[in-house]
């Protein structure tokens, strides 16, 4: 095994290889890569989703494509709790006023944002989810859920509402995205829907960046429309400095690491 980042070292290390595995979020797997996996009968992927390859042209190769979803759910449900509170509890700017002036004024950095008893919307209800909702029990939150695929019978089961997206837009403290990347979801919030959340809403994004329209989510944050953010994904990735979300401090950031 070994770290590929081009088109020349796939060639040399998997140009003869029966099955492929690729972890997480490489591009490598691409229609004009395909040709260089001759012998190539499977392509794994470790985590959600196959968005990141192109099943079609695998397909039309005669490779079968799967993912493992189980892989990273813990871990993704982890850091998707820990961006509800480094936003809500503003965890990065103390950190980043403490490092800058030693100690701060504390009535400039006080944080009123509390978990207990929140409304929590989940807009997908995979894996992921489903174990953020277990872990958080002990805060007493309500679970709001938007995913068409799942049963009332297994919504009601877990101990969560189903709703429709502009109901769980408007009534809820946390919006936390949970879904993949398909043509339905690519673009799903954007400023229509970011406009129904309430201004002391948090939103976070553990699945995938195209889910949200950037430029839309930057007007909202800048504007004060909704309180804050915290993003593991992005619409282009790896982002630059110049990407305008890093300058605002209602948001925290962290580069696709979760899993």
């Not at 709001?144 to 297994?154: G, H, K, M, Q, S």
Request: aromatic share 6%; net charge negative; glycine share 8%.
């Amino acid at each position: 095994f070994g770290i590929c980042e081009d088109r020349d070292e796939l060639a040399a290390m998997a140009g003869d290889a029966d099955v492929v595995w690729i972890y997480g979020g490489s591009r490598l797997a691409s229609r004009q890569n395909m040709p260089l996996l001759p012998r190539c009968r499977g392509i794994i992927r470790s985590g959600s989703g196959v968005d990141r390859i192109d099943v079609d042209a695998a397909s039309e190769a005669g490779i079968v494509v799967i993912n493992v979803p189980h892989a990273h759910h813990d871990a993704v449900s982890d850091h998707t709790i820990a961006l509800m509170f480094a936003v809500g509890r503003r965890i990065v700017s103390q950190d980043a006023a403490m490092r800058s002036t030693g100690w701060p004024r504390r009535r400039d950095l006080l944080p009123t944002w509390s978990l207990r008893r929140k409304t929590i919307g989940l807009i997908g209800f995979g894996l992921i989810p489903r174990y953020v909702v277990r872990k958080l029990q002990g805060f007493e939150p309500t679970f709001l859920v938007y995913d068409p695929f799942v049963d009332p019978t297994t919504l009601a089961e877990t101990g969560v509402e189903g709703c429709e997206l502009d109901d769980l837009l408007a009534r809820s403290d946390i919006v936390s995205i949970h879904t993949p990347l398909t043509a339905e979801t690519h673009g799903l919030i954007g400023e229509r829907e970011l406009g129904l959340m309430q201004s002391s809403a948090i939103l976070i994004n553990t699945a995938r960046g195209p889910v949200i329209q950037e430029a839309a989510l930057v007007q909202a944050l800048t504007e004060h429309q909704i309180l804050g953010a915290g993003l593991e994904v992005f619409e282009e990735e790896p982002i630059t400095v110049e990407n305008p979300l890093l300058p605002l401090e209602n948001v925290v950031v962290t580069p696709h690491t979760a899993g």
